[in-house]
Nanobody, 124 residues
Framework: QVQLVESGGRLVQAGASLRLSCAASGRTFGNVYMAWFRQAPGADYEFVAGITWKGTITYASDSVKGRFTISRDSAKTTLNLQMNNLEPDDTANYYC?????????????????WGQGTQVTVSS
């Protein structure tokens, strides 16, 4: 059974940094696409960043790209999201997702596996 388990979310003040992690288990994740999504209260899922097994990265926007860094360890079993200079608008539940094949990484329905989420709250 495939499992994705996120960790690292908590309440922080604006300007702070957080590092989210996603531990993957249950199959070989070396050749899958992995991504971070987030869902703010009352909003739809939003793509944050994704990374191929070769390390090619896609960020949702320039704003995210300048503050967030996605990475995965060499064993390809842990996905990380380093978030710097956090803003109140970054408040959301952050989800790790994985897919065998991705055509458009920004589309939520292309991902087969999801974690349970980790809450990030940024106070002003």
């Amino acid at each position: 059974q495939v499992q994705l388990v996120e960790s690292g979310g908590r309440l922080v003040q604006a300007g702070a940094s957080l590092r989210l992690s996603c531990a993957a288990s249950g199959r070989t994740f070396g050749n899958v696409y992995m991504a971070w999504f987030r869902q703010a209260p009352g909003a739809d899922y939003e793509f944050v960043a994704g990374i191929t097994w070769k390390g090619t990265i896609t960020y949702a926007s320039d704003s995210v790209k300048g503050r967030f860094t996605i990475s995965r360890d060499s064993a390809k079993t842990t996905l990380n999201l380093q978030m710097n200079n956090l803003e109140p608008d970054d408040t959301a539940n952050y989800y790790c997702a994985a897919a065998s094949i991705v055509d458009n990484p920004r589309r939520k329905d292309e991902y087969e596996y999801w974690g349970q989420g980790t809450q990030v709250t940024v106070s002003s």
